[in-house]
């Protein structure tokens, strides 16, 4: 992965002295709050329920061994024990003191960690596919290029205070793993008729208070050109984004407003002043930070592995694990392993440092010392031989990292809701608990097979349930915590938004509710129809007829 | 005492800045329940009567709106030969109406960009049109919500001096300039971005 030079090093250093004087003049009331806001933003801090809420950067999701056993460290020290992976591929602590926070960074500066640009109206952290450089049906490895975006984004004086916040996600495979529909710009790598690597570009996507899918711009983009073009999108957007209103700031409602036609010929014109700058790409540049994701020094190994076998064939507790939690690798005798962070009962996307240092602990020792982070909330060891999977899953599953639930129901997508977040209109995680008690067997999961549900504690859709086939949104009503249902929602190339099925539910109702979907499905299913292609055959009628038809004769 | 930085010192302000009248039916918008802060870029605040109102000091250097400018320039040619005119624009002003106002943008010694508030990130697109898109040599200035915490930011994207708000001290306000040493992209200071300046294949 990539490592820091003395630049890179140097920037992070000068960010802590910057942010650290700033923190020394706001305790002085040399700042204001409002003055304060967006400084502690742009360096991932909130003021939250509790206490503040601290977003550590972690660019793609990538860490090294090093970095995690850090994080535990702080998580340990500064934080109450743990720390809660985002949908964002980021680390967040909710407990840190407002005090702290200058040491916390300089603690991450020295394992080459910071929280630029976590927050507040700029550019955010580049997300992309946890399976980056081992998946087999990746056709271009975008870290490279998330790297230099990384970079260039950091600090860009020019939009440093946008309209809104503005997310880029990269992809690079067929099957798109990094919901680039749903970003202000997804760039797609492809390769093109003369297999040049090529970029699609996505604009306009977001999910929150207004989910729309993104359209494409720019069907053919040179990779050399990627950062000049997104100059030009941000560029029109930063001067024609609705500053008057916060709900309508995103580059989505300003896409819309101007029709995708309109907005791609403003964004080509710009683009022509500005498309051979000095900021194009150069191959040499390319292939520097490329260096840092070659390949792993495999070993060449045969796709298979007797003591794998005997234990798979004798161990279901074991073959169970390995069906859901174990992913194809593009090498042979390799596999890549998804920790799962989604114990029933407990808040999805949370580890313990006592976790955390296992995690870097086993990576070390069976993945070459790397962990990426995904946007599902889960750990992944990406580069794991076939005959170490049954060792780690022993280890994994002592301390609690091994529950064979990834893509299952109960493999909760969940932001931190009411318990945490100032901005939520009802809990999120007790949610996430209850539904993963209710479905506390195993058998019937995997009869249930592939589903996704996401739950958001308010309209800023930080669970992604729009994309979720079955959403979870929580409402206010009155003062009171309420929760809205959406089916049909998507992630990946054919992405779709869900649709509400009707009024919204209290908290006691939604495991229920959530019961009575999955048995219209089990119902109504074809063969190996998984749940989402059940709803996009039949509709949402029929499960709105029988959630709410139930409800009438309960009463 | 000055609240003025120009090239990387407290410096005496020689210009007087001329302002329009708050437009006097300016009522408090709401947006979703919120106060409208920003306004729209593009927007017009205020009638020509409004403008043609304001009075220009008659010597010295001034430093006028850019309603105020685009309507008078024809009267102002002397003392802009002068050089005793400078304009000045609001980040929800378009830049392209500025440059299309005067034949030669070199002619006026000064512009300014007045930022509203802080949060509002328009005035460094409109720092780096003038000075990459429009060929401005001269002074580039931004005033009004001024803080040292934008300093660095706004000097990458050519301003090169900043009268900072007037309750906050200029001089603490000057190490901000150097928050950063080596940035990583180009901009219009440093055109640059740092893998074409410094081999970092090491
Ligand atoms: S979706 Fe709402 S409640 Fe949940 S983390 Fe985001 S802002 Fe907070």
Redesign the interface.
């Known amino acids: 992965m990539y490592k820091y030079?003395a630049?890179d090093q140097?920037?992070v250093n000068?960010?802590v002295a910057?942010y650290r004087d700033?923190t020394r003049r706001y305790l002085a009331g040399e700042l204001s709050d409002d003055?304060f806001r967006?400084?502690r933003l742009q360096n991932g801090l909130y003021i939250q329920r509790h206490a503040p809420m601290l977003r550590i950067a972690i660019p793609y999701g990538m860490l090294s061994s090093k970095q995690l056993r850090k994080l535990a460290e702080i998580s340990k020290r500064f934080d109450k024990g743990y720390g809660h992976f985002s949908t964002r591929q980021n680390l967040q602590l909710n407990w840190p003191k407002l005090e702290d926070t200058p040491d916390i960074l300089s603690e991450l500066a020295t394992v080459e960690m910071h929280a630029i640009q976590t927050s507040g109206?700029c550019i955010r952290n580049i997300t992309t596919d946890q399976f980056a450089g081992v998946a087999p049906d990746e056709i271009i490895d975008p870290r490279a290029i998330a790297e230099i975006i990384r970079?260039?984004?950091?600090?860009?004086?020019?939009?440093?205070?946008?309209?809104r916040k503005f997310k880029i996600a990269v992809s690079g495979t067929i099957n798109d793993r990094a919901i680039v529909q749903a970003h202000d710009i997804g760039l797609e790598f492809y390769k093109d008729n003369s297999n040049k690597t090529a970029i699609r570009v996505w604009v306009g996507g977001g999910l929150g208070r207004t989910p729309i899918l993104g359209t494409v711009i720019r069907e053919h983009l040179e990779w050399q050109n990627v950062?000049t073009y997104c100059e030009a999108i941000i560029?029109v957007y930063?001067?024609?984004g609705?500053?008057?209103?916060?709900?309508?700031a995103r580059i989505k409602i300003l896409v819309k407003a101007l029709g995708i036609e309109e907005f791609r010929s403003q964004v080509e014109s710009e683009w022509q002043?500005?498309k051979d700058?000095?900021?194009t790409i150069?191959e040499?540049?390319l292939l520097?930070v490329s260096k840092y994701f070659d390949e792993m020094p495999y070993e060449n190994l045969q796709d298979s592995c007797e003591a794998f076998e005997n234990s798979f064939n004798n161990n279901p507790a074991f073959s169970a694990w390995v069906k859901r939690c174990v992913h194809p690798h593009k090498k042979s005798g390799y596999r890549a392993v998804t920790l799962s962070l989604k114990p029933h009962g407990k808040a999805p996307g949370d580890a313990t440092s006592e976790q955390m240092s296992v995690v870097a602990d086993l990576s070390d020792k069976y993945s070459f010392g790397e962990i990426r982070v995904s946007h599902e909330q889960n750990l992944i060891l990406a580069d794991v031989k076939l005959s170490d999977l049954f060792p780690l899953w022993e280890q994994a599953r002592a301390v609690g990292l091994a529950t064979p639930n990834i893509g299952l129901l109960t493999d909760i997508i969940c932001c931190p809701g009411g318990d945490f977040c100032s901005l939520a209109n009802a809990k999120s995680i007790p949610i996430a608990e209850a539904i993963q008690i209710q479905f506390d067997n195993l058998d019937y999961l995997y009869d249930i097979g592939d589903i996704e549900l996401n739950i958001s504690g308010c309209m800023n859709a930080c669970g992604h349930h729009h994309v979720g086939h079955i959403g979870i949104l929580g409402v206010d009503k009155d003062g009171s915590e309420w929760y809205q249902v959406t089916i049909g929602g998507k992630q990946g190339n054919d992405a779709s938004i869900g649709t509400v099925i009707g009024p919204s539910f209290s908290a006691e109702e939604m495991p229920g509710v959530v019961s009575r979907i999955i048995d219209v499905y089990i119902k109504e299913r074809e063969q190996d129809e998984l749940f989402i292609e059940t709803v996009r055959r039949i509709g949402i009628a029929p499960f709105k007829n029988h959630v709410y038809a139930k409800e009438t004769t309960n009463v | 005492m000055s609240n003025l930085i120009a090239n990387g010192k407290v410096v005496d302000d020689e210009w007087t800045l001329v302002k329009l009248p708050p437009p006097p039916d300016e009522k408090v918008r709401k947006q979703a329940g919120k106060v409208v802060l920003f306004k729209l870029t593009g927007e017009n605040t205020h009638t020509n009567s409004q403008i043609e109102s304001v009075e220009i000091p008659p010597e010295g250097k001034v430093l006028l709106p850019l309603p105020l400018w685009t309507l008078k320039k024809q009267e102002l040619s002397n003392r802009v030969s002068k050089g005793e005119i400078g304009v000045w624009l609001e980040t929800h002003e378009l830049v392209e109406s500025l440059s299309c106002s005067i034949s030669d943008i070199n002619k006026l010694p000064v512009i300014g960009v007045h930022v509203e508030r802080f949060a509002d990130g328009r005035i460094f697109t409109i720092g780096n049109l003038l000075r990459s898109r429009y060929g401005f040599k001269n002074e580039l200035r931004a005033f009004g919500d001024v803080l040292r915490d934008q300093l660095y930011f706004l000097k990458r994207c050519g301003f090169d001096s900043y009268l900072i708000r007037n309750d906050r001290s200029a001089a603490d306000a000057l190490a901000s300039l150097n928050d950063f040493s080596e940035p990583y992209q180009g901009a219009v200071d440093i055109t640059q971005p740092v893998w074409r300046r410094i081999d970092r294949q090491g």
């Not at chain 1, 970079?151 to 309209?163: D, G, M, R």
């Not at chain 1, 609705?242 to 309508?248: G, I, L, V």
Request: charged share 25%; proline share 9%.
């Open positions: 030079d630049i140097k920037i000068q960010r910057q700033q003055e967006p400084l109206n970079q260039w984004s950091t600090f860009h004086p020019e939009f440093a205070l946008l309209p950062l560029r930063n001067l024609h609705r500053r008057d209103n916060a709900y309508k002043h500005i700058s000095p900021n150069s040499s540049e520097r």
